[in-house]
Nanobody, 123 residues
């Protein structure tokens, strides 16, 4: 599966961004999807994941209540709506597809990665 992430940018604290990830090369609806992020000097960390049907979503505690993951299987796309952004959300955001039909809770669960999109939140 090939993934293309987009939608990053620069916003002030309290602002919103919507990230998109378009998939190609496989039956998208068979796989769980996830978002991860990596800040400078830090390891890549889990942000959110969604099951193949969209019926289950899980979030990192740091983004719970502010971020929403969704998918549109007809468009082979997964989204991350980010509201009330904070400076500590600044990172490169990556989408990932599960190696199986399950969700993507950790790096080891990911089969493929997108190229990343930069999100910068100023205070």
């Amino acid at each position: 599966v090939q993934l293309q992430a987009s939608g990053g940018g620069m916003v002030q604290a309290g602002g919103s961004l919507r990230l998109s990830c378009a998939a190609s090369g496989a039956t998208f609806s068979n796989y769980g999807m996830g978002w991860f992020r990596q800040a400078p000097g830090k390891e890549r960390e889990f942000v959110a994941t969604i099951s193949w049907s969209g019926g289950r979503q899980y979030y990192a505690d740091s983004v719970k209540g502010r971020f929403t993951i969704a998918r549109d299987n007809a468009k082979n796309s997964v989204y991350l709506q980010m509201n009330n952004l904070k400076p500590e959300d600044t990172a490169v955001y990556f989408c990932a597809v599960s190696q199986t039909t399950g969700i993507v809770l950790s790096i080891k669960d990911a089969g493929s990665w997108g190229q990343g999109t930069q999100v910068t939140v100023s205070s």
